[in-house]
């Protein structure tokens, strides 16, 4: 619903190249009559979301060119590499990342940091193509990309989630940042923060569109906008400024109608996790606005990178602040930059002064921006560490454009010292660094603001926001919510401060399992007031299924987002782990945010996303622009040559016949599944079992709605028009045959990576898997070509493999119990199996010669299989086997007796 496109412009050859491009590393001689290439240009941006019920899905594409100048000097080796830099919301959780380079496509997996760069270090080092996405800070990603051939198109795509900006009840805020903007370095840091080239270029178009049920109402007061209601529930505004990349894209949302009490958001994976999103606006009447007087201390930015606009916006916000500061409140006016000055040295001074009153006036009408550089932390510092003025609560104000490069250091300063202070913060400027100013405002127990435009309106409703806020603070605060079923982990760990009329949303994860338990019919707010005393607030639970309301997200939105915050937490030292007298070793912080990372597949300050063009690969086809068939393109996803096996992901489900719909990672051995035509059919091995194996699946998507199948790419789909292929081989559009036998056409096909592999082995070779008939048989591309006569394949991969299968399912139908224990390889590959696979791979390797004589003794060896299992393996000839042993035993024992 989000999209934007830009149109391609010359990359500039220089040092310092402004255009948009990927910046190559090189480092070697030119030739005289040669020009250095030192970026690829960008020929086009697309960009692509969604907006369901305040959290917002985004997909980034970019195109680069590496067609040269005939001049121009292209490495030797003739494949060049290169990175470039991007912002991104600060919030964001990034869940997926691809490079194309030419008809080849890589999908990322998010590994240990340290590991990832290793991994892409060596693949360059290799001769592969490769590509590394990591967050350098965190509002800013870094994008390599490894040995690029010339004359190709490469094209990077980036998704991720992001809760929007909540502001009163009512109203959400979505921000795209299109740039980075200088950052100011200090005195006592070692690396300097460069300034990055700016992320998309004048000729972009953009678009946001929201789905909901409520009617909305969107604004924005960055840039003029075009708004199209689309249906009832649907609604886009398009950007129409003539330059829309001067500041962040700021648009904001309001809800002519929200409920007051919860709303729980629930996502249950298909592996049977709940993480649930809440939100709420917290009644009116439980706020009591605290006694004490206000001591106002205004910290205001005056470093070299508020000259222009920025100065004259503070200035402006600083009377109408003064205009609104209530009576028997104090106040001081601190500005910063290289060095930091008080307005009042002996201390605060009353509002109801006078001369301190136009004394303040003028120092605010004089404001320039000539103090140097942006050394934030001393002004706060001092400020903090002085003692707090008895009946009088202390609020910190801090207007700033906030592009420092030790955010970290001054976000974590203010939760260690913060006491009974507060921190607002107010963002001034196109550009304002939300990371250091959303941080400060959590840490310092406040809210940030921002002037989102150049008008007065713009900052008389940013400012009036604040000091509302800031007036009406009041010690409610939430003490814990509890779920009357269930125990969760909350995200944020510590629950933000309530706020009359401000929307409150917090993320909670569970390990409770589909087979284990049921989602909440209630849940408990306790709230604890002034005196101390807390009052449990009961609400019953009309919980809406987010995949389902949700339906143009991918799963696991609300797992990825809390994920996200839980890291946010331990990066800011606000975590559980924090909790403790004894504060975490750093050692203990990666490791736990490393595992967050790798396990929900997000970027974080210690996982990066790695992908390898390996070797061995297959192509799939993708969805077309114009929803026809792909049209050829390819995505590599794993086949045979990584460790043979694979085949479900922990994200699709079956139905059994004893306990219905289940998660595929539930199935167990001797379990009944549903395989279509309302047969069902007993599981007698796992080809692959293995639930800590990360691997690339093909999302096969069909009916809205409908959870899309995720297999591995090298296992076998039913289709009504092409038989039974791999699902490499599947095309949007061909139909694929349901367990009800409907057919139901293929609409999108995608790549997603997983933690999990599970292949269920049934007696019928088949198995309906998230209503799609499929099988976990592995079809050899090398094997088919031999079986093929022109275009069709006299022997189907399914109909050899099920043969070959004849000996494993005969032991199992007549000892049941040895197969239950079924052993596996380290790799999580069934010991049944990995002989044969083995061989196979042996013979593969052997050449086309090998396996065209080994054609017909395959075959008359299969036919064989076949015959045997209808002889020996129907319900008559097992009767008459059970009977002849048993006479036979019989009359052993008489002869014995005899």
Request: hydrophobic residues 40%; contains cysteine; charged residues 20%.
């Amino acid at each position: 619903l989000l999209s934007a496109s830009v149109q391609s412009l010359p990359c500039i050859v220089s040092d310092q190249a402004l255009d948009p491009g990927i910046l190559v590393d090189f480092d070697g001689d030119v030739p005289e009559t040669s020009t250095p290439i030192v970026c690829l240009p960008m020929r086009s941006a697309d960009i692509k979301g969604s907006i369901v019920d305040g959290v917002v899905e985004v997909t980034l594409t970019q195109e680069f060119e590496t067609y040269v100048c005939p001049t121009c000097f292209w490495p030797d080796f003739g494949q060049a590499n290169g990175s470039y830099q991007l912002p991104l919301d600060e919030k964001a959780a990034v869940t997926a990342f691809r490079a194309e380079l030419g008809d080849r496509i890589i999908d990322g997996i998010v590994k240990d940091k340290e590991e990832a760069e290793q991994e892409y270090n060596d693949a360059i080092e290799a001769g592969k193509p490769a590509g590394l996405a990591e967050q350098t800070r965190p509002d800013i990603f870094k994008i390599s990309i490894g040995n690029m051939p010339q004359n190709i198109v490469v094209r990077v795509i980036l998704k991720y989630v992001a809760p929007l900006e909540v502001f009163d009840s009512d109203t959400y805020r979505f921000v795209l940042p299109t740039n980075i903007a200088p950052r100011y370095h200090p005195r006592d840091e070692d690396e300097p923060i460069p300034n990055l080239q700016p992320l998309l270029n004048d000729a972009v178009k953009i678009g946001l569109g929201v789905v909901s049920s409520a009617d909305i109402e969107m604004n924005s007061l960055t840039h003029a906008l075009a708004i199209q209601q689309v249906t009832d529930n649907v609604k886009i505004a398009k950007v129409i400024d003539t330059d829309p990349l001067k500041r962040d894209v700021v648009i904001d949302m309001k809800a002519s109608s929200l409920p007051s009490e919860p709303e729980i958001f629930i996502e249950k994976s298909p592996n049977g996790t709940y993480a649930m999103m809440m939100s709420w606006v917290p009644p009116s009447d439980l706020f009591v606005a605290t006694d004490s007087k206000k001591e106002f201390i205004f910290i205001l930015d005056r470093s070299g990178s508020m000259d222009g606009s920025k100065i004259f916006q503070l200035k402006s916000a600083m009377r109408t602040i003064m205009e609104s500061l209530p009576e028997g409140s104090l106040f001081n006016i601190v500005g910063f930059g290289s060095n930091y000055q008080f307005l009042f040295v002996e201390g605060s001074q009353s509002v109801s002064n006078d001369t301190a009153y136009n004394d303040a006036i003028s120092y605010i009408d004089s404001l320039t921006a000539n103090f140097g550089g942006t050394e934030i932390l001393s002004p706060i510092e001092a400020v903090l560490t002085s003692p707090t003025l008895p009946f009088y609560q202390r609020i910190l104000f801090l207007m700033t454009d906030g592009q420092v490069s030790n955010e970290d250091q001054v976000i974590n300063f203010v939760g260690d010292n913060l006491g009974s202070s507060r921190v607002f913060t107010l963002g001034i400027g196109p550009s304002a660094a939300r990371t250091l100013l959303n941080g400060l405002a959590r840490n310092g127990d406040g809210t940030s603001d921002y002037v989102n435009g150049d008008s007065d309106v713009a900052i008389v409703e940013a400012v009036d926001r604040q000091i509302a806020t800031a007036l009406g603070i009041s010690s409610l605060s939430i003490d814990s919510v509890a779920f009357d079923n269930i125990t969760t982990t909350q995200a944020p760990h510590k629950t933000p401060s309530l706020f009359s009329g401000r929307r409150l949303l917090l993320y909670f994860l569970t390990d409770v399992h589909s087979d284990g338990g049921e989602p909440p019919n209630e849940v408990t707010i306790t709230v604890v007031d002034t005196n101390n005393e807390t009052d449990d607030l009961l609400y019953d639970i009309s919980y809406m299924d987010f995949v389902q309301t949700s339906s143009v997200f991918e799963f696991d939105v609300i797992h990825k987002i809390a994920a996200r915050e839980m890291i946010r937490d331990l990066e800011e030292g606000r975590s559980s782990l924090h909790d403790d007298e004894n504060e975490p070793s750093e050692a203990e912080l990666k490791e736990k945010i490393t595992t967050i990372g790798v396990n929900y597949q997000i970027i974080s300050s210690e996982t990066s996303f790695v992908a390898v063009d390996n070797e061995g690969w297959t192509a799939v086809t993708r969805e077309s622009d114009d929803g026809g068939h792909g049209g050829g393109q390819s995505v590599s996803s794993p086949g045979p040559g990584v460790g043979f096996g694979v085949c479900f992901s922990p994200m699709n489900t079956v139905v059994t016949r004893d306990r219905g719909t289940i998660s595929i990672e539930n199935v167990k051995i001797g379990d009944e599944v549903d395989i279509g035509y309302g047969q069902f059919s007993s599981v007698y091995s796992f080809g692959h079992y293995d639930k800590n194996q990360l691997s690339s699946y093909i999302q096969l998507h069909t009916r809205p709605g409908n959870a899309p199948l995720e297999i591995s790419s090298d296992h076998l789909v039913y289709t009504y028009n092409r038989g039974v292929i791999t699902a490499s081989d599947i095309t949007v559009g061909d139909q694929l045959i349901l367990r009800n036998n409907e057919k139901a056409p293929v609409t999108k096909i995608s790549m997603v990576n997983r933690v999990g592999a599970y292949a269920p082995f049934t007696m019928s070779g088949s198995v309906a898997v998230s209503d799609v008939l499929a099988s976990c048989y592995i079809a050899f591309p090398e094997v088919s070509e031999v079986f093929k006569v022109g275009t069709r394949n006299f022997i189907s991969p399914h109909w050899l493999a099920h043969a070959f299968q004849v000996p494993h399912r005969f032991f199992c139908s007549v000892n049941a119990m040895a197969c239950t224990r079924e052993e596996y390889t380290a790799a999580g590959i069934s010991n049944w199996v990995y002989g044969p696979l083995l061989v196979t791979n042996w013979l593969i390797s052997q050449g086309d010669i090998i396996l065209r004589i080994l054609f017909v003794p395959v075959t008359l060896a299969a036919t064989m299989l076949y015959l045997f299992e209808i002889i020996f393996m129907s319900s008559f000839m097992q009767f008459v086997i059970i009977v002849a042993g048993l006479i036979f035993a019989t009359n052993r024992i008489k002869g014995k007796v005899a």
